[in-house]
């Protein structure tokens, strides 16, 4: 097999179909991180990460994350045999600290490579996969209610989804619940309903708003409080019976374990890219497993590549209590690749071509590149 020769990484702004309002930002336009790693015989491995918000979600913007790969991580890898990607890895992080972002996308591209060169699915190597489908939620987040209630009538009515995420936390706690009451009302019977607060919520907020959701029977209350806030998520955990989902809090493999131990939360959300890659994804599935948290397959809204990249570190992971909502591509006006993701009773189907299962499209990525 033959070594790396090249590593290029590329800024892309792709238009999403309607705007997606969080608590923090509204998306109009995603912005990815490409990263292709070449070998000498020109066989490539891809990769993708996104951001939301430029640094109003996260501390990883896509300026950062290429900055840092150029500057820091690309020489590390230039003659290097992709299969070693544990160990490459495993070099990168003692002496670039954090980074997770750049890091899952270097990881990923480099298991992209290696499954490549060998002509089998990436999930071969991480354990195989599992599951040939996986629930897949979808977020109303349009800003309008009467526009979300018809958006989730026909995600029902094409067996697309019937598990939606509802982004509140932006504006008065009290209108966000009624808000939540409405579309429960209209759609509540055939599908279940979960809250994204993104953060935006404090401990008295929270303790009010939560009961009211939980009588309306809301299944999952994703991060109320600030991520820094173990301590309030770990009263709430205790209080209600409703589940509470950690996702910007639950980053590394230390602050999942110090949540765990806490018990701040009853769910881990988690993302490949938050984490620092595929390895890392497992480490925390495992720790979570062992702590008896349930799981939830997260997404930070990538593209069809970066979608590929969750959907098959997924497909290895034994169980998913609260589903996934690697839903992403369907958000997006265009895309990258010549595949897109195939969605079937309200399930994603795991793709078993060779790498990730995604061929780039280099005129749309000419097109869509900063
Ligand atoms: C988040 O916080 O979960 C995932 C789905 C969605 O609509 O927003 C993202 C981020
Ligand atoms: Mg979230």
């Given at each position: 097999?033959?070594n790396i020769s090249s590593v290029d990484i590329f800024i892309c702004d792709l238009p999403v179909v309607?705007?997606?309002?969080?608590?923090?930002?509204?998306?109009?336009?995603?912005?990815?991180?490409?990263?292709?790693?070449?070998?000498?015989?020109?066989?490539?491995?891809?990769?993708?990460?996104?951001?939301?918000?430029?640094?109003?979600?996260?501390?990883?913007?896509?300026?950062?994350?290429?900055?840092?790969?150029?500057?820091?991580?690309?020489?590390?890898?230039?003659?290097?045999?992709?299969?070693?990607?544990?160990?490459?890895?495993?070099?990168?992080?003692?002496?670039?600290?954090?980074?997770?972002?750049?890091?899952?996308?270097?990881?990923?591209?480099?298991?992209?490579?290696?499954?490549?060169q060998r002509e089998f699915p990436a999930y071969e190597l991480f354990g195989g996969k599992i599951h040939?489908?996986?629930?897949?939620?979808?977020?109303?987040?349009?800003?309008?209610?009467?526009?979300?209630?018809?958006?989730?009538?026909?995600?029902?009515?094409?067996?697309?989804?019937?598990?939606?995420?509802?982004?509140?936390?932006?504006?008065?706690?009290?209108?966000?619940?009624?808000?939540?009451?409405?579309?429960?009302?209209?759609?509540?019977?055939?599908?279940?309903?979960?809250?994204?607060?993104?953060?935006?919520?404090?401990?008295?907020?929270?303790?009010?708003?939560?009961?009211?959701?939980?009588?309306?029977?809301?299944?999952?209350i994703e991060q109320p409080l600030p991520a820094w806030n173990y301590e309030g998520m770990s009263r709430?955990?205790?209080?209600?019976?409703?589940?509470?989902?950690?996702?910007?809090?639950?980053?590394?493999?230390?602050?999942?374990?110090?949540?765990?131990?806490?018990?701040?939360?009853?769910?881990?959300?988690?993302?490949?890219?938050?984490?620092?890659?595929?390895?890392?994804?497992?480490?925390?599935?495992?720790?979570?497993?062992?702590?008896?948290?349930?799981?939830?397959?997260?997404?930070?809204?990538?593209?069809?590549?970066?979608?590929?990249?969750?959907?098959?570190?997924?497909?290895?992971?034994?169980?998913?209590?609260?589903?996934?909502?690697?839903?992403?591509?369907?958000?997006?006006?265009?895309?990258?690749?010549?595949?897109?993701?195939?969605?079937?009773?309200?399930?994603?189907?795991?793709?078993?071509?060779?790498?990730?299962?995604?061929?780039?499209?280099?005129?749309?990525?000419?097109?869509?590149?900063?």
């Amino acid at each position: 097999m033959s070594n790396i020769s090249s590593v290029d990484i590329f800024i892309c702004d792709l238009p999403v179909v309607r705007p997606h309002k969080l608590s923090m930002t509204t998306i109009t336009s995603q912005a990815i991180v490409i990263g292709i790693i070449k070998d000498e015989s020109g066989i490539t491995g891809v990769s993708e990460v996104a951001t939301i918000g430029g640094a109003s979600y996260g501390e990883s913007t896509v300026e950062a994350i290429k900055a840092n790969i150029d500057q820091y991580i690309t020489p590390h890898l230039i003659g290097q045999d992709p299969i070693s990607f544990n160990r490459i890895m495993n070099n990168i992080s003692k002496s670039v600290r954090g980074n997770y972002f750049a890091k899952s996308l270097i990881e990923t591209a480099l298991i992209d490579l290696a499954a490549k060169q060998r002509e089998f699915p990436a999930y071969e190597l991480f354990g195989g996969k599992i599951h040939n489908s996986l629930p897949l939620a979808w977020t109303l987040a349009s800003g309008d209610t009467a526009r979300d209630i018809e958006e989730a009538k026909e995600m029902l009515h094409q067996k697309r989804h019937n598990i939606f995420k509802l982004k509140i936390g932006s504006g008065d706690p009290d209108a966000n619940v009624k808000h939540v009451g409405k579309i429960i009302k209209a759609v509540g019977d055939e599908s279940r309903i979960t809250v994204d607060i993104n953060q935006a919520w404090d401990e008295y907020t929270a303790l009010k708003q939560i009961k009211a959701l939980e009588e309306m029977g809301v299944s999952m209350i994703e991060q109320p409080l600030p991520a820094w806030n173990y301590e309030g998520m770990s009263r709430l955990t205790e209080r209600f019976d409703v589940s509470i989902l950690a996702d910007e809090a639950a980053t590394s493999l230390h602050d999942t374990y110090r949540i765990i131990k806490a018990r701040a939360g009853d769910a881990i959300a988690l993302k490949p890219a938050k984490h620092g890659g595929i390895l890392e994804t497992k480490k925390i599935a495992g720790i979570a497993e062992a702590a008896g948290f349930g799981l939830y397959g997260g997404t930070m809204i990538e593209s069809t590549i970066g979608n590929a990249v969750a959907a098959s570190v997924y497909s290895t992971i034994p169980e998913f209590k609260f589903g996934t909502e690697i839903f992403g591509p369907l958000l997006y006006k265009d895309k990258l690749t010549l595949e897109n993701i195939e969605v079937k009773d309200f399930e994603i189907q795991i793709s078993d071509d060779i790498g990730f299962g995604v061929t780039l499209d280099y005129e749309k990525l000419e097109y869509y590149k900063r």
